[in-house]
């Protein structure tokens, strides 16, 4: 699970999003677990993000350009970029632009949910169409992804896969289709 928070990200809406995304309910599947900004965003988003989060007892585990602005970091390792804390831990990364948030959600995503934070309709379209997870969000909470929230009724599992059910399912999504042919000689030509 990822955000990528884009240049033009709204300062408010970054703190409140990632916040929420972590800290909410750290220990669930819809959780975020990597937070990627943009290098030209990060002087302004890092430290109300990342002081937010560190103040409800969050561990940042962040690359250089992280803990040159937030000391408090630990060093991120390849480790973070794979991991799915499911804790109050969360890996951070300061990229150069959309296409280096992409590429890395292509290498470490598990398909699941991704999220952008930006006021550029250009990135947030582009983001759209080019991420390949279940749910795919602007501007919106990584905890969103849940049957319940999406109308489903009560969520019984979440499928990354691209047959049958992909995002929160559903007992619709676990139902099974029998065909049933009663023939009296028919052939296909």
């Known amino acids: 699970m990822h955000i990528f928070l884009d240049e033009s990200a709204d300062r408010d809406w970054a ?60 060093p991120a390792t390849e480790f973070d970029w794979e991991t799915e804390y499911m ?3 969360l890996a951070v990364a300061v990229v150069g632009g959309l296409d280096d948030a992409l590429a ?10 991704e999220s952008i934070i ?19 969000m602007v501007n919106a909470s990584t905890r969103f992804t849940d049957g319940g929230e999406f109308g489903f009724g009560a969520e019984v599992g979440i499928s990354t896969q691209k047959l049958h059910a992909r995002g929160p399912m559903g007992l619709q999504e676990l139902t099974s289709t029998k065909w049933i042919v009663r023939g009296s000689g028919q052939v296909r030509a």
């Open 15 to 74: 703190v409140e999003i990632v916040h929420n995304s972590k800290v909410q309910r750290p220990s669930v599947c819809n959780a975020v677990e990597t937070v990627l900004v943009h290098e030209g965003a990060a002087d302004r988003l890092l430290p109300a993000v990342l002081g937010r989060l560190a103040a409800s007892g969050v561990t940042i585990h962040g690359d250089a350009r992280v803990q040159a602005l937030f000391p408090d970091a630990v």
């Open 104 to 113: 890395h959600i292509r290498r470490y995503s598990t398909g699941h949910t």
């Open 118 to 136: 930006t006021n550029d309709i250009v990135n947030s379209e582009r983001f759209l169409n080019e991420v390949d997870s279940a749910a795919v």
């Open 87 to 89: 804790s109050l831990d």
